[in-house]
C-alpha cells in the first residue's frame, strides 16, 4: 500500500513561531514553541523554504539513511551567490569533517583517530586536574557570595581539555574561546549579515592560527595529534600544501567542535539540576546517578537544537514530499521532547532510559561526544561532592542563536 504524501501545511504558521523564537523570551525557552510545532505534523514547511522535522522516529530515520546528505561544498555553490552558503565562512566549513559526505567523509573521519577508549583514558587524569583546579577557583568566588558558573567554570574546562591535548599555549586559550563564539554564528539556522560578517572574520583568523601551527608541528613535530596528522596525511597525499590544509581543517573540526557545544553542555546540565532541587539532593546521595544525569541533560536541552541534512533523492518523509537537494531541518530540540517517543517528556528525570539526538546520529554521530560525556561527568563528580549546597542565584541569559544554543551567564551561591 502507497503512502499519502500530502502537501506541506501553511508557512506563515511557521513564520509566526520562528518570529517568537527568535526574541529573547523564546530563546530562554524555546520549548513550548517547539510543542506547537510538533502539534501541526512531524513535517511541515520552513518560512524560508524546504521542511522542519519535529518526530523523533522522523529525526532518527534521517539520520541514519545515507539517502540523506550533509549541506556540503556542492550543495553550497548550488545556493548562489550571496546567500549564507556562499559565505566565506560558510565555504570554509564546507570542508571541514561534518559538512563532508562519503567517500570523502568516510576517509576523513579514520585519518581523525581520536578519543576511543585508549585516548580517553590518558586524556581522562587531565580533564581530572583541570576540573579539580576550576573547582579551587570556584570555592574563592563563592566565598565572597555569587560566582558566575559559566564564566569560571563551563568555559574553561573544554578549551584547557582541548588545548591540552593539541599542545596549545594556554596564554592563547581566551582569544580562541571568543572565536569560536563569533564562528559558529556561520553554522546558525538563519545568521543575520552582522553574525556572518563575525564569523567571517573569525573563521581567517582561525585559519591563520592553524596553518600557522601545522607549519610550526611540521618543523618541530612532537607527541601530539597534530603532528601525528601529518604524518598520516603526508602517506595519504603527495603534495604538502594539501597535506597541510588537510591537517589544518582536522585541528579546526575539532577545536570548534569540542568548545562550544560541551560548555554549553556544562552549564546547561548545571542549570538542569539546580532548577530542580530534588533531582540535585538525589545526585548528592547517589553520585551513581551523574552518568544519567548528564544523558538526561542532553536530551532535556541539548547544546544543539538544529540539524540539517538535504535529499539526494525525490522522497517523501512524514507523508510529506521532499525534491533532491530540497533541506529539512531536523529539530531535534522539539523531538527529543516527543511523547511519542517519552513518557512525560517535559519532566526532568534522571531514571529515564536514555534516548536522545543531541550528538546527531548515522555516519555524523559526533566525533567528540566520549570527551563531552568525560567533561560532564568529571564535573558533576566534583560539583556534587565538593559543593551540595550550591543554588541558583538567578535564570541566566541567553546568546542570540535558535540552532546553537549558550548561555551567556550562570550565577550560583552556596545557601
Known amino acids: 500500500m502507497e503512502t499519502a504524501?500530502?502537501?506541506?501545511?501553511?508557512?506563515?504558521?511557521?513564520?509566526?513561531?520562528?518570529?517568537?523564537?527568535?526574541?529573547?523570551?523564546?530563546?530562554?525557552?524555546?520549548f513550548p514553541i517547539y510543542a506547537e510545532l510538533r502539534s501541526r505534523g512531524g513535517v511541515i514547511a520552513a518560512p524560508w523554504g524546504g521542511h522542519l522535522v519535529t518526530r523523533f522516529d522522523l529525526c532518527d530515520q534521517v539520520l541514519r539513511n545515507r539517502d540523506w546528505l550533509e549541506p556540503d561544498s556542492r550543495w553550497r555553490e548550488q545556493q548562489g551567490d550571496g546567500t549564507r552558503w556562499t559565505?566565506?565562512?560558510?565555504?570554509?566549513?564546507?570542508?571541514?569533517?561534518?559538512?563532508?559526505?562519503?567517500?570523502?567523509?568516510?576517509?576523513?573521519?579514520?585519518?581523525?583517530?581520536?578519543?576511543?577508549?585508549t585516548s580517553l583514558e590518558e586524556i581522562r587524569g587531565t580533564v581530572g586536574r583541570i576540573t579539580g583546579r576550576l573547582m579551587d577557583s570556584l570555592a574563592v568566588r563563592l566565598r565572597d557570595g555569587e560566582a558566575d558558573f559559566n564564566a569560571l567554570?563551563?568555559?574553561?574546562?573544554?578549551?584547557?581539555?582541548?588545548?591540552?591535548w593539541l599542545g596549545l599555549p594556554s596564554a592563547d586559550f581566551p582569544r580562541l574561546r571568543e572565536l569560536t563564539h563569533d564562528q559558529v554564528f556561520t553554522q546558525e539556522l538563519l545568521p543575520s549579515s552582522s553574525q556572518l560578517a563575525l564569523s567571517d572574520a573569525a573563521t581567517a583568523e582561525l585559519r591563520a592560527y592553524f596553518l600557522e601551527l601545522?607549519?610550526?608541528?611540521?618543523?618541530?613535530?612532537?607527541?601530539?595529534?597534530?603532528?601525528?596528522?601529518?604524518?598520516?596525511?603526508?602517506?595519504?597525499?603527495?603534495?604538502?600544501?594539501?597535506?597541510?590544509?588537510?591537517?589544518?581543517?582536522?585541528?579546526?573540526?575539532?577545536?570548534?567542535?569540542?568548545?562550544?557545544?560541551?560548555?554549553t553542555l556544562l552549564s546547561t546540565m548545571t542549570l538542569l539540576l539546580l532548577e530542580h532541587p530534588r533531582q540535585w539532593d538525589r545526585l548528592t546521595i547517589h553520585p551513581d546517578l551523574v552518568p544519567a544525569a548528564v544523558e538526561e541533560s542532553l536530551r532535556y536541552d541539548p547544546p544543539t537544537h538544529v540539524i540539517s541534512r538535504v535529499s539526494s533523492r525525490d522522497t517523501e518523509l512524514g507523508g510529506v514530499e521532499v525534491r533532491k537537494d530540497e533541506m529539512v531541518h531536523l529539530m531535534?530540540?522539539?523531538?527529543?521532547r516527543d511523547p511519542a517517543k517519552h513518557e512525560d517528556p517535559e519532566l526532568f528525570?534522571?531514571?529515564?532510559?536514555?534516548?536522545?539526538?543531541?550528538?546527531?546520529?548515522?555516519?555524523?554521530?559526533?566525533?567528540?561526544?566520549?570527551?563531552a560525556r568525560l567533561e560532564a561527568q568529571t564535573l558533576l563528580h566534583h560539583l556534587v561532592r565538593r559543593f551540595p549546597r550550591l543554588t541558583l542565584v538567578r535564570r541566566p541569559t541567553w546568546a542570540p542563536r535558535v540552532a546553537f544554543r549558550r548561555p551567556l551567564n550562570l550565577d550560583v551561591a552556596l545557601i
Open 87 to 117: 559565505a566565506p565562512s560558510s565555504r570554509e566549513m564546507s570542508r571541514t569533517l561534518p559538512a563532508l559526505n562519503p567517500p570523502e567523509h568516510t576517509w576523513v573521519r579514520r585519518s581523525a583517530g581520536m578519543f576511543d577508549r
Open 153 to 164: 567554570v563551563s568555559e574553561e574546562l573544554p578549551v584547557a581539555t582541548i588545548g591540552h
Open 214 to 263: 601545522v607549519r610550526e608541528r611540521r618543523a618541530h613535530p612532537g607527541d601530539d595529534p597534530v603532528s601525528r596528522w601529518i604524518t598520516l596525511w603526508d602517506a595519504m597525499e603527495s603534495d604538502q600544501d594539501k597535506a597541510d590544509e588537510a591537517v589544518y581543517f582536522l585541528a579546526l573540526f575539532v577545536l570548534l567542535a569540542a568548545l562550544e557545544t560541551t560548555s
Open 5 to 30: 504524501v500530502t502537501p506541506p501545511p501553511d508557512r506563515r504558521f511557521a513564520v509566526s513561531l520562528f518570529s517568537r523564537l527568535r526574541t529573547a523570551k523564546g530563546q530562554a525557552n524555546p
Open 349 to 371: 528525570n534522571l531514571h529515564r532510559k536514555p534516548a536522545h539526538l543531541a550528538f546527531s546520529g548515522g555516519i555524523h554521530y559526533c566525533l567528540g561526544a566520549p570527551l
Open 332 to 336: 531535534v530540540g522539539a523531538a527529543n
